[in-house]
């Protein structure tokens, strides 16, 4: 099961993170540090909450770091007004002067992190080109609605097709990546949700064939988990094999990531680099093997050649192709092995 996130501190003031340090002990809290932006980053987006030390307001701001909800400025005394506007720039909730605002900074500590989200994020991502894991994102996000989960499936992968097509959704108005590629904000949980293709309660962002090969913003990826994190139960995103700062964004903002392999030799050896790169930035990863194995190789030493926990085995289904070549999205009828499969990581990942 996922362990909780800790609150991350960023400052290279010695003094000031003597003073942040005790304020999160007396609030509860034990934290991450990071000195630097680019120590801050794997840990900047998935963090319950930010505290940032007026030192590293500017260099954050020169770093580009995502705008997010829960993010503070502090600093001792009144803070001058390139803090002030550095904030602004980060999207910061508020800035606080040490050491009148201690109680409250001691509050944030001790706050649980129900702000961060209402939503859980699913990551998928394939072991190699073809495992897969497109049909599985899509069928989990399926399955999700089926279960009474308001879902968004996110295609992070502009590459892989697009998932409109998996979906059978390609003629289905509604906002693709390319005109969302500018939100750098905070979005409205119900504006995003009511602008992006939907039916029922799953929404899908995905990319258009035309623009496919066009860079996702790592801002845009950003703002777009913050607002489904407030308007959705279950966010699954599709990753890349390749990963570009969006989807490095949507990997560690996830709560658990799965990696699809086919049970086959080579497929295993090409995972293997996949599931160190993941480890980067995810700190729950378990592996899914999809059959058949040719060489019967059992999905148990997949796992345990990979050094992950096996999460599940997606057995052969004849007609899926057909299906989804017909515009029928995997799951869709609940029945069959990937529909089941789907339940149980579901259920595992609530």
Do not use: N
């Amino acid at each position: 099961m996922p362990v909780p996130r800790r609150p991350l501190v960023v400052t290279a003031d010695p003094g000031l993170l003597d003073d942040l340090l005790r304020l999160a002990a007396a609030g509860g809290a034990e934290v991450d540090v990071a000195h630097d932006p680019a120590a801050a980053r794997p840990r900047y987006s998935a963090a319950p909450l930010v505290v940032i030390g007026a030192d590293q307001v500017q260099p954050c701001v020169r770093a580009r770091l995502p705008r997010r909800c829960r993010v503070i400025i502090v600093g001792p005394g009144s803070p001058p007004d390139e803090v002030w506007a550095g904030a602004q720039l980060l999207g910061a909730d508020h800035v606080a002067a040490l050491p009148v605002a201690e109680p409250w900074v001691v509050d944030q500590f001790a706050a649980p992190p129900t702000d961060r989200s209402g939503a859980r994020v699913l990551a998928v991502i394939g072991g190699r080109g073809g495992a897969g894991a497109s049909i599985l994102a899509t069928a989990l996000a399926v399955t999700a609605v089926r279960g009474g989960r308001r879902t968004l499936l996110i295609d992070a992968d502009p590459l892989g097709g697009g998932l409109d097509l998996v979906l059978g959704w390609e003629k289905m108005v509604g906002l693709r990546w390319p005109e969302l590629a500018a939100a750098d904000g905070r979005v409205d949980p119900a504006a995003l949700m009511g602008a992006l293709p939907r039916d029922g309660d799953l929404v899908l962002l995905s990319f258009t064939r035309q623009d496919a090969l066009a860079p996702v913003p790592g801002e845009a990826m950003a703002a777009t988990l913050d607002a489904a994190r407030r308007g959705r139960d279950l966010v699954v995103v599709d990753l890349p094999r390749r990963l570009d700062d969006a989807a490095t964004l949507a990997l560690q903002a996830a709560d658990r990531t799965l990696l699809v392999v086919p049970a086959e030799l080579r497929a295993t050896a090409a995972a293997g680099r996949i599931a160190a790169m993941v480890a980067h930035h995810c700190d729950h990863q378990a592996v899914v093997v999809r059959g058949p194995a040719p060489g019967r190789l059992k999905p148990k030493d997949v796992a345990a050649a990979l050094s992950l926990p096996l999460a599940g085995v997606l057995e052969p289904e004849p007609g899926m192709c057909q299906a989804l070549e017909r515009g029928e999205p995997p799951a869709a009828a609940g029945r069959g092995p990937l529909a089941e499969l789907c339940r149980d990581l579901l259920a595992a990942a609530a």
